[in-house]
């Protein structure tokens, strides 16, 4: 029997766990739900054009914009934040797909060992306790608690919560958030990350009580961010709200579906693999397709998955590449590299048009599609019944555009290495 080297079972390992990664804590099965409320004052006062995407203002924004800084941890995207007085810096987890912001606190039953010390609430002078008077503790049970479920049993529970978050700002100096609100954890059940920087998620999907949420008229309900490639020594860039999210001719766009919840779900009409576009059965995309930055891989719905894998693996076949089967591998389209060998397949996600955009196609090349290791490749784009994701992986080298107002995101491949802080 040949014995695996450590690093490649890692890679079978962490290539396994990018859709559902429980240290990325994919949150598209989070049992936590939000009532919904009516149209915010903020969004009455902006009006988005019909049938295109130039976004447009009828009052003067505020000249303070916060500015956070969004990183790469290997697959895993993070976003920091200070909390409280004196702050107390903490990296939580960018999460478009949750509603609540939380981080580990103390006293704490059971927390997943982190490198930054954990929130001690006692030590804020700035801190409270949720009470029910608050305009938000309608989302939270009587007990103004938060339980927040997620794939592999994953579970996350704790006290509801105000305090002062702080983050960079456009002018290079700090600005706040007062009373923000987030859950203070002290019950993280499941294989949590250890020793990470990484404290807890920040929540940004469309309900009230999360970033976006709660950030009114700084935020304009408009957002964006660029990825840099996960190979670039530029980790870090910044996450634009409001005035601060210029939008630029020839982007693309998509609106977001209607549906009951506050994920940012939008319609994939195909997808194409090294140029052709694969002839799907009918309703193989009608569970929607979400956008996920918690999720650091791709799903895609499990019938068009059996046709990107026979595609892909006619494909390597040509040049007479070893595809791994050993066990480590099951499930993965996964392969031994042959030195100088570099033609590495391309696809693109065809998204419903929205307005007067030319098209809503995300087109991922190799390097977004495959990771690798050594002399190993595997692709990072997984099956799934009924629905798709488009997770963090995929989304290198392009800027999106969240308009929440409008209802739709725009999008457009550009050098995120540039969108440094």
């Given at each position: 029997?040949?014995?695996?080297?450590?690093?490649?079972?890692?890679?079978?390992?962490?290539?396994?766990?990018?859709?559902?990664?429980?240290?990325?804590?994919?949150?598209?099965?989070?049992?936590?739900?939000?009532?919904?409320?009516?149209?915010?004052?903020?969004?009455?006062?902006?009006?988005?054009?019909?049938?295109?995407?130039?976004?447009?203002?009828?009052?003067?924004?505020?000249?303070?914009?916060?500015?956070?800084?969004?990183?790469?941890?290997?697959?895993?995207?993070?976003?920091?934040?200070?909390?409280?007085?004196p702050?107390?810096?903490?990296?939580?987890?960018?999460?478009?797909?949750?509603?609540?912001?939380?981080?580990?606190?103390?006293?704490c039953?059971?927390?997943?060992?982190?490198?930054?010390?954990?929130?001690?609430?006692?030590?804020?002078?700035?801190?409270?306790?949720?009470?029910?008077?608050?305009?938000?503790?309608?989302?939270?049970?009587?007990?103004?608690?938060y339980?927040?479920?997620?794939?592999?049993?994953?579970?996350?529970?704790?006290?509801?919560?105000?305090?002062?978050?702080t983050?960079?700002?456009?002018?290079?100096?700090?600005?706040?958030?007062?009373?923000?609100?987030?859950?203070?954890?002290?019950?993280?059940?499941?294989?949590?990350?250890?020793?990470?920087?990484?404290?807890?998620?920040?929540?940004?999907?469309?309900?009230?009580?999360?970033?976006?949420?709660?950030?009114?008229?700084?935020?304009?309900?408009?957002?964006?961010?660029?990825?840099?490639?996960?190979?670039?020594?530029?980790?870090?860039?910044?996450?634009?709200?409001?005035?601060?999210v210029?939008?630029?001719?020839g982007?693309?766009?998509?609106?977001?579906?209607?549906?009951?919840?506050?994920?940012?779900?939008?319609?994939?009409?195909?997808?194409?693999?090294?140029?052709?576009?694969?002839?799907?059965?009918?309703?193989?995309?009608?569970?929607?397709?979400?956008?996920?930055?918690?999720?650091?891989?791709?799903?895609?719905?499990?019938r068009?998955?059996?046709?990107?894998?026979?595609?892909?693996?006619?494909?390597?076949?040509?040049?007479?590449?070893?595809?791994?089967?050993?066990?480590?591998?099951?499930?993965?389209?996964?392969?031994?590299?042959?030195?100088?060998?570099?033609?590495?397949?391309?696809?693109?996600?065809?998204?419903?048009?929205?307005?007067?955009?030319?098209?809503?196609?995300?087109?991922?090349?190799?390097?977004?599609?495959?990771?690798?290791?050594?002399?190993?490749?595997c692709?990072?784009?997984?099956?799934?019944?009924?629905?798709?994701?488009?997770?963090?992986?995929?989304?290198?080298?392009?800027?999106?555009?969240?308009?929440?107002?409008?209802?739709?995101?725009?999008?457009?491949?550009?050098?995120?290495?540039?969108?440094?802080?």
């Amino acid at each position: 029997m040949v014995t695996k080297s450590p690093s490649l079972v890692l890679l079978s390992i962490l290539l396994l766990l990018l859709p559902y990664c429980h240290h990325c804590m994919v949150s598209q099965s989070i049992d936590l739900t939000l009532k919904p409320v009516q149209t915010s004052q903020t969004e009455a006062l902006m009006h988005v054009q019909e049938n295109t995407h130039t976004i447009t203002k009828d009052y003067t924004y505020p000249n303070y914009i916060i500015r956070p800084h969004i990183s790469r941890y290997g697959y895993k995207v993070l976003i920091d934040a200070s909390i409280g007085t004196p702050p107390s810096k903490k990296t939580f987890i960018f999460d478009t797909a949750s509603p609540i912001t939380w981080t580990q606190c103390t006293p704490c039953t059971k927390c997943f060992p982190q490198t930054l010390p954990l929130f001690d609430p006692k030590k804020s002078t700035t801190y409270n306790r949720m009470t029910k008077n608050h305009n938000l503790s309608d989302f939270f049970d009587d007990n103004l608690e938060y339980e927040a479920r997620y794939v592999f049993g994953h579970y996350s529970s704790g006290i509801m919560s105000l305090d002062t978050f702080t983050f960079p700002s456009h002018s290079g100096s700090p600005e706040i958030l007062r009373n923000f609100v987030f859950g203070c954890a002290n019950n993280n059940v499941g294989d949590w990350p250890e020793n990470t920087p990484i404290t807890g998620i920040m929540g940004m999907d469309r309900s009230p009580v999360s970033l976006i949420g709660q950030m009114g008229s700084r935020a304009i309900r408009r957002f964006s961010y660029c990825l840099p490639k996960i190979n670039s020594p530029v980790k870090r860039t910044v996450l634009r709200f409001g005035p601060d999210v210029k939008i630029r001719t020839g982007l693309q766009c998509t609106k977001f579906l209607k549906i009951k919840t506050n994920k940012y779900e939008v319609a994939l009409e195909g997808v194409s693999v090294l140029g052709r576009r694969l002839k799907v059965p009918k309703g193989t995309f009608s569970g929607g397709c979400q956008l996920d930055t918690g999720a650091s891989g791709s799903r895609i719905d499990s019938r068009a998955y059996k046709m990107i894998l026979d595609v892909l693996s006619n494909y390597f076949d040509k040049f007479k590449l070893k595809r791994l089967t050993d066990p480590i591998y099951e499930g993965q389209l996964c392969y031994n590299k042959k030195p100088g060998f570099n033609s590495y397949p391309n696809m693109t996600w065809h998204f419903k048009a929205s307005g007067l955009c030319k098209g809503a196609n995300v087109q991922i090349g190799g390097d977004s599609l495959l990771g690798h290791e050594g002399n190993i490749f595997c692709m990072t784009m997984y099956g799934l019944a009924n629905r798709s994701i488009l997770g963090a992986f995929q989304m290198q080298n392009y800027r999106f555009v969240y308009d929440l107002v409008g209802g739709q995101v725009l999008f457009g491949s550009e050098d995120c290495s540039k969108d440094k802080p």
